[in-house]
């Protein structure tokens, strides 16, 4: 259990923590000669029942609230000190308020030096706490009256405080490593070092991590736990991390160590805030600093729902930052006011991928209140309801820091489809199928004398969004069954038919063996015209209503090949990628013989129809040679 100090300045957290635990945490010389702590210290205790109780040590000054939050996010028990002869004072109050701004739940509270106080003062410093703590998340916290230079209840606290940390639920280890770097300093011998609280998942020598939001990747060379050497480490510690390819002037305090899947730099994110019943209403595009996890950043909150949260009250809003910082949905945050004298209120993360458009609509509030609740299912469900194209498993997983188990069962729970990376709920996805039926009988309509639709086209008039995959595990269901049959390249429904008429029909048997002659190069209309003394223009008009029912196709201007060259080149440009990763120009020319031009030609189709994209000077496959009919 790591046990956060919180109180005014000279109220003795840190000489309390040194009885508790024998460690003096005013580790700077600065600190030693002021007599007050500046930055966070750092103390650890072993438990009876075995396990190290962690204390952080934060500075009660109200200048340097911004160190005492860079420790106060990754606590789970608070110990409020107040000094028995001042009572509560103002860093009393504003520490209390960010305890439950972080909706830290656990604690108690030690009513320092005692021994300088007579009973009656000390008895009107109990009632002063009291009434302060009325209605707060401590209310109901124990207090344990002590005086750290004779040792008077420190043994009734520290056993208090062992209690506590035996009945803590130990964390839950779901997700990847996440670990909120507070400090950084090189040891000999060591090299660089990064000290923090770790947020989630589970990390062990040897593991590579990415230094976030710079990106940069260093290998755990070894790690403490606890002030312990250790093989590994999860959430709930406080680890030490040995980093081997990291200089310590590459690491500054509000970085992260984590898992490279969540490295996921920001510069926005939507939240739930709550202003503080002491502070104005927060109007809308309010500049502040945020802190979260161990970070300070300047930023501006967009409010989503109102244009201000009335004090006590609470909003949505979208928090616009000033430079890249980690985050990710669940993660608890303090705002102060611009010039960082004040803490004005605070909330928690909700979604780090926020919509661009529609950021207040009705239906955008409604997934922000389902991302509020605890079961991912909520807003996943919704998510599926909400977006025609799918959800992205891997983004929503990222979000929430899920693992692959607890994915594959929430998938599993609410009986979604799943194509790849991407959901659907049941009700969208038959949506989508009868979209598909729907297109493809309004183009039978509007173009009876087409023999149907292209595969690439059929996916647009169905959804536009719609990615290919999701597009072909579509289409595949109603080409089994038959609700939709495949000629050459073209899809229509099976009751449509285009029959050549009797006189084309023959021509084109007369014409068509020219073209076999060469499949990969076949003549062109002029040449075909010369050689059986048909006019062109005939010859252009015949090939123009053959490709309309399928059996040819237009590679180039007035340079037709048969459906079954087409298909079989399609095969050889999937064999070609499949071998080299890619297609160029002169690997197809090299496959099938020839000149370079009319390979310039054939991939230039390809990527005409959509079964091919140019990269450069490269063609990558977008489709499968089964739109041939192949």
Known sequence: MIIGTAGHIDHGKTTLVKALTGVDCDRLKEEKARGITVDLGYAYAPLAQGGVLGFIDVPGHEKLIHNMLAGATGIDFALLVIAADDGPMPQTREHLEIIELLDLRRGAIALTKIDLVSRERQAAAEAEIRALLAGSALADAPLFPVAASNGQGIAELRQHLDAAAAAQAAPVQQGGFRLAIDRCFTLGGIGTVVTGTAFSGEVKVGDSLLLSPPGKTARVRSLRVQDSPSETGHAGQRIALALAGLEKNEV????????????????????????????????????????LGAEDVPARVALLGSNEIVPGGEAWAQIMLDREVGALAGDRFILRDASARHTIGGGRVLDIFPPNRKKRSPERLAMLAALAEDDPAIALRLATEQQPAGVDLVQYALNRNLDTATLDELVRRLALKQVGNTVFSAARWQALGDALLAALAGEHERAPDMPGVERDRLRRLTLPTLSRAAFDSLLAEPLADGRITQTHAWLHLPEHRIQMASTDRDLWLTLKPLLDAAPYCPPRVRDIAKATGIGEESVRSLFKRVARIGEAYPVAHDHYFTAEAVADLAHRVAAIEARDGLTRAAALRDEIGGGRKVAIHILEFFDRIGYTRRVRDTHVLRGTPAQFGS
């Not at 730099?265 to 709550?274: E, K, N």
Request: net charge positive; glycine share 2%; no cysteine.
């Open 252 to 291: 500054e305090r509000g970085m992260w160590a984590l898992s490279a899947a969540l490295h996921a730099p920001l510069r926005r994110f939507d939240a739930r805030i709550r202003v503080l019943a002491s502070q104005p209403a927060l109007q809308h595009w309010t500049p502040v600093h945020l802190h």
